[in-house]
């Protein structure tokens, strides 16, 4: 595709529900990144993958979070049990190779009432 | 204390003006430097990456201070097209190259 793209833009979870994020990098990119970003800060790492190998999950804030990308393309990044304070905009990023520039996606912005 | 910090802002400029800020980096092993736009409600996008020579780019130009461990970037003659949250980014190779941000400046271009 043209750029990385995530789905949904939004999501409204109500407290206790498990959510599904989506995240579809450019064609060919071997690095993925998942961030979270909350109001008015920078986005935080979350976890990275080269092809479909999680090399780095140790910014996951619990074991309620979980991200995978089986094929090396598509990734999906779950939260189950979503909490208030996991309400941010989540944003996904690939780059061509790592070390390289990242280009992110749009960001799926979760609110959990 | 963070890995990589910078002033929040707000920086007020007047249209036409020169405006800088830093970042500082707290881990010297950091080897990769980047600096992001981001406006609000969108995603970062690259403006640039910095070299150790310092680098420019139209408007913009970027330096890197590894005794000091910490990058700047100055824009020259501000448009009000430049207001945004500027995100300092650094990379360590060690570290598995994982992208970390700085909180952002925001800069607020006036007429």
């Known amino acids: 595709g043209a750029g990385v793209s995530q789905s949904p833009r939004y999501k409204v979870a109500k407290r206790g529900q498990d959510v599904a994020l989506r995240c579809d990098p450019i064609?060919?990119?071997?690095?993925l990144f998942w961030y979270q970003q909350a109001l008015g800060q920078g986005p935080e790492f979350l976890t990275y993958?080269?092809?479909?190998?999680?090399?780095?999950k140790s910014g996951l804030p619990s074991d309620r979070f979980f991200a995978e990308r089986p094929e090396g393309s598509v990734s999906t990044l779950k939260i189950q049990r979503t909490q208030q304070e996991d309400s941010a905009v989540y944003l996904c990023?690939?780059?061509?190779?790592?070390?390289?520039?990242?280009?992110f996606g749009q960001g799926t912005r979760l609110t959990v009432v | 204390r963070k890995e990589v910090e910078q002033d929040p802002g707000p920086f007020n400029v007047p249209e036409g003006a020169t405006v800088a800020f830093n970042c500082t980096y707290s881990?010297?092993?950091?080897?990769?430097f980047f600096w992001y736009r981001q406006d609000c409600r969108k995603e970062p996008k690259l403006l640039m990456s910095?070299?150790?020579s310092g680098n420019e780019d139209g408007r913009f130009t970027a330096q890197l201070n590894r005794a000091s461990q910490y990058i700047s970037l100055l824009i020259r003659d501000s448009k009000l097209s430049d207001s945004a949250t500027y995100l300092c980014?650094?990379?360590?190779?060690?570290?598995?190259?994982?992208?970390?941000f700085g909180g952002g400046t925001r800069v607020l271009v006036k007429p």
């Open positions: 990023a690939s780059s061509l190779q790592s070390r390289e520039r990242a280009f």
């Open positions: 064609s060919g990119h071997v690095s």
């Open positions: 993958f080269q092809n479909e190998a999680q090399l780095d």
């Open positions: 881990n010297s092993a950091s080897q990769s």
């Open positions: 910095v070299y150790s």
């Open positions: 980014v650094v990379i360590r190779w060690a570290a598995g190259n994982k992208l970390t």
